[in-house]
């Protein structure tokens, strides 16, 4: 959701899936019928942009089996803030010490598998074929922009390592880490750039220790309306770390007519490709694969997906965002999954912000095809 209060679109779920038997038995086990209008919205903006020749590698697209789309039934449901429960306190006895503010983690698995890639420059191994993530979505500055700001991070790590992880990893035939998923540049309602940064030192201290405790970390770009390969650019460097990946999120990029909150933003595939050619060459660089994601719950967001190009050291992930009910949820999931180019699949779950009902880790790797590679709770 867009700062300083601004409403967000992303109750907006298209469904315009209709799935196979299998999974209309999974949607129906898990919701009843809804209903919803979404907002009609036609994206003016037009954008073009030219790849730094900073990579010979030649791009690719691999198209997966279609899909059948008919009409079907749009759901609403009414967002809730996010809200904090307070831990109830211990009685303590006069004697007794006070627990430490601020609890270690648990420790890391003996082998840390962020520190155990050991890449080769030149020689990129794959990411998503080894990990599945799980992570929490935010500002490490507080509550405002999703979970992982509800707590500080040795305890969003423990509740990570010791809840989540081990949930998804008896449904997930790979190995799944936690991951931190911040938002570096969030856009809101000021201008000129309807847009403000969080501290690159702040996203150091937490790449850093991310990296000694075996998480992935995903650098979230809302770009309001400043140069989209400016924000890029700003946090590139981190990228060079094995563990660090990109998300960008088309809804809060704005034309130079749309407002955060207000209007449902666009990326367009020029950009991407750009951006893409960046961190193709990144992950050649140092030897392990890039990961991009894109959130999308409107087609309106990614307006000529068609043209999005794959790069070989570059896993695009097309994360089925938006909140709301079960069913439109899915429907958009398995739309995306049956689109060509498609490669790796994301799915968003707003635990205190509308998801109605919030599907449990079981739901989401059964319902789903193919499981999510990453799953995000903001």
């Given amino acids: 959701m867009a700062a300083n209060g601004s409403a967000s ?74 809200t904090n429960t307070p831990e109830p306190v211990p009685t303590l006895e006069p004697t007794a010490e006070l627990p430490p503010t601020e609890p270690p983690p648990p420790p890391p698995p003996a082998s840390n598998p962020i520190l ?39 305890k969003t790590l423990r509740i990570l390592r010791t809840s989540y992880v081990p949930e998804y990893q008896a449904y997930s035939d ?22 403000h940064h969080l501290e690159l030192g702040i996203i150091e201290e937490w790449v850093a220790s991310a990296k000694q405790d075996g998480v992935v970390v995903f650098l979230d770009i809302q770009p309001g309306r400043a140069n989209l390969m400016d924000e890029f650019n700003r946090i590139r460097y981190l990228l060079y770390e094995p563990h660090v990946h990109l998300a960008l999120d088309p809804e809060f990029a704005m034309n130079e007519e749309q ?23 990144i992950g050649y660089e140092i030897g392990v694969n890039k990961v991009l994601v894109l959130h999308q719950f409107k087609d309106s967001m990614l307006p000529d997906k068609a043209l999005i190009e794959g790069y070989p050291f570059v896993e695009m992930v097309i994360d089925g965002d938006g909140y709301g009910p079960a069913g439109p949820k899915i429907r958009n999931y398995l739309q995306y999954a049956g689109e060509p180019g498609f490669e790796y699949g994301g799915f968003k779950l707003f635990p205190t912000d ?15 095809y193919p499981p999510p590679s990453i799953v995000i709770y903001q």
């Fill in 9 to 82: 679109f992303r109750n907006e779920v298209l469904p315009t899936f209709a799935p196979t038997a299998f999974v209309t038995e999974a949607i129906s086990a898990i919701t009843a019928t809804n209903t919803a209008v979404p907002p009609t919205e036609t994206p003016t903006q037009t954008a073009t942009a030219t790849p730094l020749p900073t990579n010979t590698a030649t791009p690719t697209k691999t198209p997966t089996a279609t899909a059948t789309i008919t009409p079907s039934p749009t759901d609403t449901a009414t967002p809730a803030p996010p």
């Fill in 116 to 154: 155990d890639l050991n890449p080769v420059p030149g020689q990129p191994q794959g990411f998503l074929d080894k990990f599945r993530v799980v992570s929490f979505y935010g500002s490490p500055m507080g509550s405002g922009l999703g979970v992982l700001g509800d707590q500080i991070r040795s």
């Fill in 174 to 195: 790979k190995l799944v880490l936690p991951g931190y998923h911040i938002v570096s540049t969030v856009a809101n309602s000021s201008p000129p750039d309807y847009r």
């Fill in 259 to 281: 407002v955060a909150g207000v209007n449902i933003g666009q990326i367009y595939a020029a950009q991407i490709n750009e951006i893409q050619l960046q961190m193709n060459s």
């Fill in 354 to 368: 509308g998801d109605s009902p919030l599907l449990t880790p079981d739901q989401v790797m059964t319902a789903l």
